[in-house]
Every structure is written in C-alpha cells, then in structure tokens.
Nanobody, 123 residues
C-alpha cells in the first residue's frame, strides 16, 4: 500500500498548481483521501479531504481556491490550487483513511501517508 504525491513546484502569488496523489496496492475510492501541508517550523495542518462518497471538505483558508477531486480509473486524487498565496507554501502530503466515509481533519485519523511534495509560492 503506497501513496505518492507529486506536482509541487515554485509558483508566483496568484498562480495555480495541481497536485496528484497516486495510489498503488489498494483502491483509493474505498478510502477518504486527505491533503495536509506543513510549513517550515509549523505543525502539519489539514487542507482538504474527499470521502468515499465523493463528498468534500476544506479548511476555511483554502475554501473557494482549492478543489479536491478523484479519477478512479487512474486511482488518483487531485488537489487543484488556484489563487495561491505565499502562506500556502509548504510540503504537501496526501493520506488515506480506511474508514472512508468520515470527515477526517486530524493527522491521527489517517492510516497511510505518502511522501510530500514541496509547494513554494513566491515572487
């Protein structure tokens, strides 16, 4: 069971990035998949999640700017990030919660974690 996050990079304020979370060894659509981020010197924080029902939930500061979605054929979850701000900078991680249908915003809620991908928003 593995999760692999990708798609990070350097982007100017106001720009966009799309992160991908690819699963191997299990079907992501059975799981709730969450995105978290960790800025230097700060704790890992919740960003968004998509449940097995495809319901979505967002942290207040990204609502309206970020969109989480699934492509079940590709066994991948995406995080489309628009109108990026410098405070969005951090390492972004995706994670899987085997309960599937519960909104999960805590690190301890998740069973599986991928390696992160770095997002830097700077001019």
């Amino acid at each position: 069971v593995q999760l692999q996050a990708s798609g990070g990079g350097l982007v100017q304020p106001g720009g966009s990035l799309r992160l991908s979370c690819a699963g191997s060894g299990f079907r992501l659509d059975y799981y709730a998949i969450g995105w978290f981020r960790q800025a230097p010197g700060k704790e890992r924080e919740f960003v968004a999640c998509i449940l097995s029902s495809n319901s979505t939930y967002y942290y207040q500061t990204v609502k309206g700017r970020f969109t989480i979605s699934r492509d079940n054929l590709k066994n991948t979850v995406y995080l489309q990030m628009n109108s990026l701000k410098p405070e969005d900078t951090g390492v972004y991680y995706c994670a899987g919660d085997s309960r599937g249908d519960k909104i999960a915003t805590l690190v301890l809620d998740y069973d599986y974690w991928g390696r992160g991908t770095l997002v830097t928003v700077s001019s």
